[in-house]
């Protein structure tokens, strides 16, 4: 079964993400992906308590992700995996497509970047860099599909139009 | 400074419906400092959380989802400051309970562990009859 959803979400596992999406796609592991958390036993502690029992929660570093990735598609329920920004996402996106070519990431999900200086609003959840904007656009010209929605029942709106400030509409 | 001896946290008006019913209800919705994660990063609800604690005698955290954005922050914060207390899943009965009782500045452990057990018991169903 493939991973369902690959979100860039810079609150983590948090409401939206266990319960929004994790209810209706019947989720049955998420996979957080990030480097700070991947080192620190205390944080994956905070991650893993809220989460239901019957979903797993997994932690890798981008390469340790990449290695699993394989493992993660193959894995017969559906899965989330998150990372909390987009260079992150993006180096994701390529050790993958290094390792488990036949399962490279062909859509991301921007979920919430939120506001902080240096970042420019682009939808109610969006608040980007230029840098960001940059690599966001360096993502679909790999070929990743990359929409913003923050909840299942939200529009996916495609990066040109996030990027374009349409999505403020 | 504010007199509030809690926080409410969480998602969308679930804090501000929280303690606007509980004000309606007994008059000390001062009591209670609500707070929304709405439209904020993991950082700002945190940085939110701990500007209401410097503001406040604030003594227990009541989150609404375990696995939300203000729990996360919370317990975050709890990692500094040990001496509060954090009741995740929280609902109107078990809020209520500790108004009622933690107002009087007692023993908070056990005023926490009533309001937990309040908030359980209010939890009920009937009907579904065929």
Known sequence: ?169 | MSNAIAVVAGHGDFAAGIVSAIDQITGRGELLLPMSNRGLGAADIEAMLRDALAAAPVRVIFTDLPAGSCTIAARRVLRERPDLRLVMGANLPAVIDFVLAGEAAGDDAQAVAHAVERGRLALQEVGGAR
């Open chain 1, 1 to 169: 079964m493939p991973v369902e959803l690959y979100r860039i979400d810079d609150r983590l596992i948090h409401g939206q993400v266990v319960v929004g999406w994790g209810r209706p796609l019947d989720i049955g592991f998420i996979v957080l992906v990030d480097d700070e958390v991947a080192a620190s036993e205390w944080e994956q502690e905070l991650y893993r308590m809220g989460v239901p029992p019957e979903m797993e929660v997994s932690f890798h570093d981008v390469a340790g992700a990449a290695e699993a990735h394989a493992r993660y598609r193959a894995d017969g329920r559906r899965g989330i995996l998150l990372t909390g920004d987009v260079d992150t996402m993006r180096r994701l996106v390529r050790a993958v497509a290094a390792a488990d070519p036949a399962g490279a990431i062909r859509q991301v999900n921007v979920g919430g970047i939120h506001h902080r200086p240096g970042r420019t609003q682009r939808m109610r959840f969006v608040f980007l860099t230029p840098d960001e904007e940059r690599e966001l656009r360096a993502l679909a010209g790999d070929g990743v599909q990359v929409s913003a929605q923050d909840v299942p029942s939200g529009r996916p709106v495609p990066l040109d139009d996030v990027l374009a400030g349409r999505g403020l509409d």
